[in-house]
T-cell receptor, first 111, second 117 residues
Framework: AQRVTQPEKLLSVFKGAPVELKCNYSYSGSPELFWYVQYSRQRLQLLLR??SRESIKGFTADLNKGETSFHLKKPFAQEEDSAMYYCALSGGASGTYKYIFGTGTRLKVLA | DTGVSQDPRHKITKRGQNVTFRCDPI?????LYWYRQTLGQGPEFLTY????????KSRLLSDRFSAERPKGSFSTLEIQRTEQGDSAMYLC?????FGTGSNQPQHFGDGTRLSIL
């Protein structure tokens, strides 16, 4: 079955602490993985895409095919990082472009 | 370009009524998607268009749901005989892609929140 699992509904960290938002997936094939973020009263927006291998707003994510994981990390959390984070996968090369989303993790960065 | 636009932002209706939502994608995007999101869940895929062709539909899309993209630009999603369980946020997204395996990331609209009384 195709599935994305985000085990934590809520993650609270203090400002300046490291952050790791977990994402595990189940997919038969080679999916494309994404992290989307939704700030308060804003629309979903792309944060990271695994094939880009970029660092956006200090966040990075590495695709681990062996562990089927795509965890999102940031070494020093900022208050403005507080938001809802969704991990998503797409079939990409297999020709299906729909996204399968996880249930999301709310990140709260405390002052 | 203001991004993906959805109308209305909110819709309140009585059970049994029909509702229609509109989505205007980013102008050069050829792919358009509809998702539904309920409280505490991530968005769930409903259907997707490439230009005017509806290429994939989820099992979530019952016979009461129909989507169109008549000229390959804007899209409408209609729900007939609404039920309490239809209450959700309906999200539209668009992307640009050519051929198998080629797809830029999806851009999302603000969504239409549907409430069934």
């Amino acid at each position: 079955a195709q599935r994305v699992t985000q085990p934590e509904k809520l993650l609270s960290v203090f400002k300046g602490a490291p952050v790791e938002l977990k994402c595990n997936y189940s997919y038969s094939g080679s999916p494309e993985l994404f992290w989307y973020v939704q700030y308060s009263r804003q629309r979903l927006q792309l944060l990271l895409r695994h094939i880009s291998r970029e660092s956006i707003k200090g966040f990075t994510a590495d695709l681990n095919k062996g562990e089927t994981s795509f965890h999102l990390k940031k070494p020093f959390a900022q208050e403005e990082d507080s938001a809802m984070y969704y991990c998503a996968l797409s079939g990409g090369a297999s020709g299906t472009y729909k996204y399968i989303f996880g249930t999301g993790t709310r990140l709260k960065v405390l002052a | 370009d203001t991004g993906v636009s959805q109308d209305p932002r909110h819709k309140i209706t009585k059970r049994g009524q029909n509702v229609t939502f509109r989505c205007d994608p980013i102008s050069e995007h050829n792919r358009l998607y509809w998702y539904r999101q309920t409280l505490g869940q991530g968005p769930e895929f409903l259907t997707y268009f490439q230009n005017e062709a509806q290429l994939e539909k989820s099992r979530l899309l019952s016979d009461r749901f129909s989507a169109e993209r008549p000229k390959g630009s804007f899209s409408t999603l209609e729900i007939q005989r609404t039920e309490q369980g239809d209450s959700a946020m309906y999200l539209c997204a668009s992307s640009l892609g050519f051929g198998t395996g080629s797809n830029q990331p999806q851009h999302f609209g603000d969504g239409t929140r549907l409430s069934i009384l």
